[in-house]
């Protein structure tokens, strides 16, 4: 397949990037799509060696360093648009994006979220999900609106929580699941299956998506 036929990404990290990691890997492998930039909002960013060693152009955005959440949305936003995507991935990014960032790329922003939405938006979820002593844990790959942790889900995967669970072991088995759900959504993405409707509703084969799919446990 010719470059010209590949889904142009963006991803947008944080931290250590194994999210990264595994959408390069199904890049590599079997999707239809490839990674043109990573941004990270932090210097030491441990993914921004991911995308070093995958020859991969990155940049560090500091958001610190901007007087106002509109300055860094606007640098963020012009960086990106150098990069050209169909799709901009947040893959550990812990910036809440405004607006107007928002607005300026609808239906092209997909997030991974580490609990089974609605449940849990927010920060510390797997902590969140043992002090309630649920059963039940997950992530969701969602498209990314106005609202934080809010936009409509794409995809979901659930995963047991075990008496003897901690915050780290039920990371881990979340993490896993979120490597497989994450590409397989960029994979429907980029085959035109997968779209986000201006009704605000997610589209999938063409019929209206009634509730997120579920990976089969
Ligand atoms: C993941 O758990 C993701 O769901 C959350 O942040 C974490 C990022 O992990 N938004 P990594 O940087 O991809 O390893």
């Given at each position: 397949m010719k470059d010209k036929n590949l889904l142009r990404i963006v991803v947008l990290i944080s931290g250590r990037g194994t999210n990264l990691q595994a959408i390069i890997k199904a890049c590599n492998k079997n999707?239809?799509?490839?990674?043109?930039g990573v941004i990270s909002?932090?210097?030491?960013?441990?993914g921004l060696n991911i995308a070093h060693k995958n020859k991969i152009a990155f940049d560090a955005i500091e958001?610190?360093?901007?007087?106002?959440r509109d300055e860094f949305d606007d640098q963020l936003q012009k960086c990106i648009k150098k990069y050209n995507p169909g799709l901009i991935i947040?893959?550990?990014?812990?910036r809440i994006l405004g607006k107007k960032f928002i607005n300026q790329f609808k239906g092209k922003i997909l997030n991974i979220h580490p609990?089974?939405?609605?449940?849990?938006?927010?920060?510390n979820t797997h902590k969140r999900a043992l002090e309630e002593k649920k059963k039940k844990h997950g992530a969701s790959v969602h498209f990314v609106t106005e609202e934080l942790d809010g936009g409509p889900v794409v995809m979901q995967a659930t995963v047991p929580i075990f008496d003897y669970d901690n915050e780290e072991t039920l990371q881990h088995r979340v993490l896993e699941k979120e490597h497989i759900i994450l590409p397989q959504s960029i994979d429907w993405f980029s085959k035109g299956r997968l779209y986000l409707g201006d009704n605000n509703k997610i589209y999938f084969d063409e019929e209206v998506l009634k509730s997120p799919i579920q990976l089969k446990e």
């Amino acid at each position: 397949m010719k470059d010209k036929n590949l889904l142009r990404i963006v991803v947008l990290i944080s931290g250590r990037g194994t999210n990264l990691q595994a959408i390069i890997k199904a890049c590599n492998k079997n999707i239809d799509a490839k990674v043109v930039g990573v941004i990270s909002n932090q210097i030491n960013a441990a993914g921004l060696n991911i995308a070093h060693k995958n020859k991969i152009a990155f940049d560090a955005i500091e958001h610190k360093k901007f007087k106002s959440r509109d300055e860094f949305d606007d640098q963020l936003q012009k960086c990106i648009k150098k990069y050209n995507p169909g799709l901009i991935i947040l893959a550990g990014f812990m910036r809440i994006l405004g607006k107007k960032f928002i607005n300026q790329f609808k239906g092209k922003i997909l997030n991974i979220h580490p609990s089974l939405l609605p449940e849990f938006p927010g920060l510390n979820t797997h902590k969140r999900a043992l002090e309630e002593k649920k059963k039940k844990h997950g992530a969701s790959v969602h498209f990314v609106t106005e609202e934080l942790d809010g936009g409509p889900v794409v995809m979901q995967a659930t995963v047991p929580i075990f008496d003897y669970d901690n915050e780290e072991t039920l990371q881990h088995r979340v993490l896993e699941k979120e490597h497989i759900i994450l590409p397989q959504s960029i994979d429907w993405f980029s085959k035109g299956r997968l779209y986000l409707g201006d009704n605000n509703k997610i589209y999938f084969d063409e019929e209206v998506l009634k509730s997120p799919i579920q990976l089969k446990e």
